[in-house]
């Protein structure tokens, strides 16, 4: 819709009302502030959602792979060239053979169930959220580190991966480390429910691990319950003989996770199914969807409200300037022009409101954590606890096609109020609005 300069001049010098239209600057200022409050808000809970799935989901894939194999109930044979045949699919950079189970660590008075996980070495030292804490390169080791250290003991002992396979050795998560009060170089007993007969009769299997390492991820999950050691040492401990619990694939960025899907499945045959991150956490991601629809909704409605206060301003705004549109009419002044200005009006509120909102949420966005960490320090409360989201910090992704539909969203809004007002300006009878003077 074309403004004319004329229309642009008088909508913008109705817009600073002079000291006796004073209260009708006052809703305008109040219509702005909400619209801006409104978009800033809702682009910074859509930015946390949005960094929230992607970081879980990046922390997941890179722990676990982006595709698994799972065998039968006799499990997969570690034996056979499954492994060659997979790692020859196009788009696979990695597959890892994995033996998992649940068992007790025990620790001194401290007793844990946690998750035992047997890999290979080669593998365990390729997979950078497990080795970057303890023997990646110094900028990543320090960042790694800071996810859970925090402002603690810099001469914590963090191990080595050198040696990780000679006997039956762990690393172990640095929260785990914390619940069960081990170090580097403690002696972890770990008791499998899988029994074994001895002369005193049944008991259940149990191997003394020694802790090689600690690793931090960054998942609260997988550094408080997480144990990894050697795959030959699980498979014993669990009684699995040769066979495996799953594969897991690695698929290389770019590559349509469907289709090699498919291409690995074909690999895999009648050996057991694969299954991608999706439906291994489809509850969880489908929660996290679910939640980030329901808050889009409820700060829409906020953008909504604070837009329709474009209302009652313009309203008050058409019947003060009853005798000045009059005075317009008279002088030639269309309908049409009437009402462009008074829209123009509201597009003005809507547009600063918006614009201010955007600079406001992007701000608060890109600074989240910070911003985060210092309300957590002066006023000692928690606002993200980590045992609940799992991660160790507030993520943020700024999508800017939200971003543009957000702003776009605020704008139709403005519209969509000031056309009653606008309207109603347009259908004023100047004979009326002179007499009202």
Request: aromatic share 8%; proline share 3%; hydrophobic share 50%.
């Amino acid at each position: 819709m074309p403004f004319a300069a004329i229309e642009r001049l008088i909508a913008f010098r109705y817009l600073r009302a002079r000291r006796e239209e004073g209260f009708i600057s006052v809703i305008a200022g109040f219509s702005l502030v909400g619209i801006t409050l409104g978009v800033g808000t809702l682009i910074v809970v859509m930015a946390v959602m949005n960094g929230f799935r992607v970081e879980m989901l990046r922390q997941m894939s890179s722990m676990s792979g982006q595709l698994g194999v799972q065998g039968t109930s006799d499990g997969l044979d570690s034996s056979s060239d499954l492994l060659t045949r997979i790692d020859a699919v196009p788009g696979v950079v990695g597959a890892a053979p994995a033996a998992e189970g649940q068992v007790m660590a025990v620790a001194g008075n401290h007793v844990r169930g946690v998750v035992l996980r047997g890999m290979r070495p080669q593998d365990i030292k390729a997979r950078t959220p497990l080795s970057a804490a303890i023997d990646g390169p110094p900028d990543l080791r320090a960042r790694y580190r800071a996810q859970c250290r925090g402002e603690e003991d810099k001469t914590f002992d963090w191990g080595t991966l050198e040696g990780f396979g000679d006997g039956f050795s762990i690393i172990i998560g640095r929260r785990l480390a914390d619940l069960l009060g081990v170090k580097v170089g403690d002696v972890v007993q770990l008791v499998s429910p899988v029994s074994v007969a001895t002369p005193l009769g049944v008991m259940p299997r149990s191997a003394a691990a020694r802790v090689a390492a600690v690793f931090c991820a960054g998942m609260y999950d997988y550094d408080a319950n997480f144990v990894y050691a050697p795959l030959a040492d699980v498979q014993r401990l669990l009684d699995l003989g040769s066979k495996l619990t799953g594969i897991e694939v690695f698929v290389s960025e770019g590559m349509p996770l469907s289709s090699t899907r498919r291409l690995v499945a074909a690999a895999v045959g009648a050996q057991g199914w694969v299954f991608d991150w999706l439906q291994a956490n489809f509850g969880f991601f489908s929660a996290i969807q679910a939640q980030t629809n329901v808050m889009f909704l409820v700060l829409t409605m906020i953008v909504l409200v604070a837009a329709f206060n474009i209302v009652s301003s313009l309203v008050m705004l058409v019947r003060t300037k009853a005798a000045d549109i009059a005075i317009l009419r008279t002088m030639g002044a269309t309908r049409a022009t009437i009402m462009r200005v008074f829209l123009l009006d509201g597009l003005a509120i809507g547009g600063i409101g918006t614009a201010l909102g955007v600079v406001l949420g992007l701000a608060f966005a890109r600074n989240i954590e910070a911003i985060r960490q210092w309300l957590q320090r002066t006023f000692d409360i928690v606002l993200f606890d980590e045992t609940l989201y799992l991660l160790a910090e507030l993520p943020a992704r700024i999508e800017w096609s939200e971003v543009a539909a957000i702003a776009a969203m605020a704008m139709v809004f403005a519209l969509l109020a000031s056309l009653y007002p606008a309207a109603r300006a347009a259908r004023l009878d100047p004979i009326e609005g002179l007499h009202r003077e």
